[in-house]
């Protein structure tokens, strides 16, 4: 798996959180990174922190209430600065314990789930943001590497066998169900892991967007490890 250097064109870096929400997406670029290599000790504050679902959203008052080192103090001010860089911006992030998400197995020739390749849609102009601070992080992928499944003909005939209303309809049906947002990569597609303690905006699908919209996935959670993921 390809690291976020050996990319040619569909990521920027940038060196600060201006330049990250200022800088314009534009030709293959629909992600943007501001690299950071942080100090700090995220695997203590994961480990203090109390999970009570599979996924428990940690609010502020929740890290200012445990008891830390000095590394750990150091990453809770990281994460509490991002968090206030986001909400400032005019954003609503989210900081989540994570053990892994709800799966999507219903049909075996498609999954809808955040483990599946696919971008995100919104009916407004926005962003997606996240950052990894402890456990396994998410992948991109070029969108010249992966295919929308819904134009894949096997997978199409299988899904107009689920439908049974007017042909007119019928791509209001995959929108619905958003079947349309998953994507197929390519046998020799290289996906780009994000890594750990970069925070990353991605493009999203929405009517004013100028480029094609991030193909990302969640990755498959290490065992016995949680992810602590900041995202908006």
Known sequence: ????????????????FSD??????????NALCWHRNLDGD????????????????????DLIALQLSEKGSIAREIILNDLQLLTDFGASPSLNLLKCYERDDEFDFISTDVYSFHVDRS?????TFLCTYHG?????IANSQAAQKILIPEIRAKLKGLYDGPE??????????????HYQVHQDAE??????GHLWRLAVDHPK???LPCIHRAPIENEGEYRLLLIC
């Open 1 to 16: 798996m390809n690291n976020i250097f050996s990319d040619g064109g569909q990521i920027g870096i940038v060196s600060n």
């Open 20 to 29: 990250l929400v200022q800088t314009n997406f534009k030709g293959e670029m």
């Open 42 to 61: 995220f695997n203590e504050i994961a480990a203090k922190l109390s999970l009570k679902e599979n996924i428990t959203e940690v609010f502020p008052e």
């Open 123 to 127: 009916p407004i102009a926005t962003d």
């Open 136 to 140: 396994a992080a998410s992948d991109i």
């Open 168 to 181: 007119e309809e019928f791509e209001n049906f995959l929108k619905e169900n958003y079947f349309d947002l």
């Open 191 to 196: 996906p780009i892991n994000l890594g750990l």
């Open 209 to 211: 967007q100028q480029v």
